[in-house]
């Protein structure tokens, strides 16, 4: 009977911790934006959107790649940054402008990324849809896919109400 139990606890422990096949889920420190060129901090800052070929995320690993995404509108020069770094840039949609981004962390969890963007909510707000653009500089990453998780800053995770407008209504909610 102990033996059993010994499983059954021995099962329940690997089931509740936070690793995968490949060991525990390693958090991956961004880099600090004072090494960052005031170049490409400029480039991403003066961004209203992102031009992505798929989805609200991307990962940049060259210039190229960040003029692409900057849509054109920026010209770097020459420069080894990205054979040490890449930038993660993404959006966040919402349905109002009482929200910030508070942090972004980025795990590896074996043959995969994930992401978590973690969002403040503040008590202003305008109903309208809001766009928030992230980016953090992280050391070179391996060409693996990520999946992006949203949270609110209290580590609820965060959802965008599917209300759909009628044509009629002269106020959306």
Known sequence: MRKYLFILFALIFVAC?????FGPAQEIENVSESEVPEEVKNALKRQRTFNFPEGNYGIITNADELEDVCQGEITLPQMDFFTKYDIVVGVVRTNDTGYSIKEVKLKDIGKSYQLD??????DYAFCAFSWFLYWEVFPKLEN????????????????????????DSEIYR
């Open 17 to 21: 911790s936070d690793e995968n096949e």
């Open 117 to 122: 963007v973690y969002l403040n909510k503040h």
């Open 144 to 167: 693996k896919p990520m999946t992006v998780r949203l949270f609110l800053a209290n580590g609820e995770p965060f959802t965008i109400p599917q209300e759909k407008y009628d044509g």
